[in-house]
């Protein structure tokens, strides 16, 4: 799904509850794809709240430089 077709999702939802979840590989850009839907989401007045499930699954320190395969 596009960038575009992701702000055309959330565009349709505005006020209602709506969760959307991004995943994929390491270093993919997931971080930089939220922090772009943050803007845009700030700029349209909506309410929302961004929540990292992977800080709650293993602990930062735990899942970089392990020297074990990524997951």
Not at 4 to 30: A, W, Y
Request: proline fraction near 0%; glycine fraction near 8%; avoid cysteine.
């Amino acid at each position: 799904m596009s960038f575009n077709q992701v702000l055309k999702v959330i565009d349709e939802n505005i006020g209602k509850r709506f969760v959307l979840g991004i995943d994929g590989l390491s270093r993919l850009g997931k971080t930089t794809l939220v922090k772009q839907l943050e803007q845009k989401l700030k700029q349209k007045g909506a309410s929302f709240y961004i929540f990292h499930i992977d800080d709650h699954i293993v602990e930062r320190n735990k899942r970089y430089h392990t020297k074990f395969e990524e997951w």
